[in-house]
């Protein structure tokens, strides 16, 4: 089985942009969201897209 098409994470530094529904990630500051962003991409076989400076999203197309 595999998963395609779906959000598989949100990596934020506000978290008032996301309430619940899938795995959030939570960072202090933007390197860190940087860092997260391309740990997760290697680790869920996916790609982060920004949807605002706060907030990103990992995909799998």
Same mark, same amino acid.
């Given at each position: 089985?595999?998963?395609? *098409?779906?959000? %598989?994470?949100?990596?934020?530094? /506000?978290?008032?942009? $996301?309430?619940? @529904?899938? +795995?959030?990630?939570?960072?202090?500051? *933007?390197?860190? %969201?940087?860092?997260?962003?391309? /740990?997760?991409?290697? $680790?869920?076989? @996916?790609? +982060?897209?920004?949807?605002?400076?706060?907030?990103?999203?990992?995909?799998?197309?």
């Amino acid at each position: 089985m595999t998963i395609e *098409k779906c959000i %598989l994470a949100a990596i934020t530094t /506000n978290p008032k942009k $996301i309430t619940s @529904g899938m +795995a959030v990630f939570h960072c202090d500051s *933007k390197a860190e %969201l940087e860092s997260y962003a391309a /740990n997760l991409e290697a $680790i869920l076989d @996916g790609i +982060a897209h920004a949807l605002s400076e706060e907030l990103l999203i990992i995909v799998r197309h």
